[in-house]
């Protein structure tokens, strides 16, 4: 089975700039998510979606995150305009179901700003 | 207080060594309780899963619940180079069926020498 896969690996971006990150989840899982993860913290659950419909968002900065899931398959999650506390590794993750199904995480887009 | 409290280590063991991981917490709703490993530059990768109280063993690794005590443990026998790496604990509550916010602690670097 195919995993989680993310793109770009890698973003280096001035602060007010803005940025998008891709994540295309393992086929057939119905909900997405995308976390944050700080150096030296553990990730930070930003926004959760199932299928298309979002479940919780309540930790995202709304001002400047967006994100978008649709069709139900691919996401993506936009930074604008990008400030320096934003620099993070940002995790997607999917899971078969909500309710206490494992999550399957890709690689990250590690994000540096400037 | 945060929901997860994790000793962010590092922890530096020799080779063959026995070691122990812990979280504790604080929301006695949780109930599925995981251990994630995460190399460096990578996603993390879930290890260990249970559910409710009890032990969960899996070759080299050994989960440990203790809901009254809200404490969690890891255990790795004979440890090898190839263990280090950081471990993050995580847990969630059912809400509803819908939702698996997954609340993870900051994650324990583990260094195994040869």
């Known amino acids: 089975e195919a995993g989680v896969a993310q793109s770009p690996r890698y973003k280096i971006i001035e602060k007010r700039q803005s940025v998008a990150f891709w994540c295309n989840p393992i086929?057939?899982?119905?909900?997405l998510y995308w976390y944050q993860q700080i150096l030296g913290q553990g990730p930070k659950l930003l926004i959760q979606f199932q299928n298309n419909g979002v479940v919780d968002d309540s930790q995202l900065p709304k001002d400047r995150f967006s994100a978008e899931r649709l069709k139900g398959v691919d996401s993506t999650l936009k930074i604008q305009p990008a400030k320096l506390e934003d620099s993070a590794v940002y995790l997607c993750?999917?899971?078969?179901?909500?309710?206490?199904?494992?999550?399957?995480f890709g690689n990250g887009t590690r994000l540096t700003v400037t | 207080q945060k929901e997860v409290e994790q000793d962010p280590g590092p922890l530096s063991v020799p080779e063959g060594a026995i070691v122990s991981l812990n979280c504790t917490y604080s929301?006695?709703?949780?109930?599925?309780f995981m251990w994630y490993r995460q190399y460096s530059r990578k996603g993390p990768e879930l290890l260990m899963y249970?559910?409710?109280?009890g032990n969960k063993e899996d070759g080299r690794f050994t989960a440990q619940v203790d809901k009254s005590s809200k404490y969690i443990s890891l255990f790795i026998r004979d440890s090898q180079p190839s263990d280090s790496a950081t471990y993050l604990c995580?847990?969630?509550?059912?809400?509803?069926?819908?939702?698996?916010?997954?609340?993870f602690g900051t994650g324990t670097l583990l260094a195994v020498q040869p």
């Open positions: 249970t559910y409710s109280s």
């Open positions: 993750a999917s899971s078969p179901t909500g309710g206490g199904s494992p999550l399957h």
């Open positions: 929301n006695s709703a949780f109930q599925y």
């Open positions: 995580a847990m969630s509550a059912r809400y509803g069926g819908a939702t698996n916010k997954l609340i």
């Open positions: 086929s057939g899982h119905a909900t």
